[in-house]
Nanobody, 114 residues
Framework: QVQLVESGGGLVQAGGSLRLSCVAS????????MAWYRQAPGKQREFVAL???????NYAESVKGRFTISRDNPKNTVYLQMNSLKPEDTAVYYC????????WGQGTQVTVSS
């Protein structure tokens, strides 16, 4: 059974930092591209960042220079380091394992106060 479990969300003031973690089980983590998405209230889920099996990364324009995605294959974990947070970063953040089939975590809430 595949599971993606996110953690690390919370309430932070604007300008602060958080690090999200997503631990995967039931998959061969090292051969899967991983990504983070987010969904703000009343909005569609949107792409945030992606990391390939080779460690190549890609970011949404809105988070470039502020967020960093990384992975630790022995720990089956993907991280999202979020710095200089803004109120518009408030959302539920989801971990996604790309492939056929796709897998998603349950999400972790990030709230940035102004």
């Amino acid at each position: 059974q595949v599971q993606l479990v996110e953690s690390g969300g919370g309430l932070v003031q604007a300008g602060g930092s958080l690090r999200l973690s997503c631990v995967a089980s039931g998959i061969t983590f090292s051969i899967r591209t991983m990504a983070w998405y987010r969904q703000a209230p009343g909005k569609q889920r949107e792409f945030v960042a992606l990391i390939s099996t080779a460690g190549s990364t890609n970011y949404a324009e809105s988070v470039k220079g502020r967020f960093t995605i990384s992975r630790d294959n022995p720990k089956n974990t993907v991280y999202l380091q979020m710095n200089s947070l803004k109120p518009e970063d408030t959302a539920v953040y989801y971990c996604r394992c790309l492939g056929t089939p796709d897998y998603w975590g349950q999400g972790t809430q990030v709230t940035v106060s102004s």
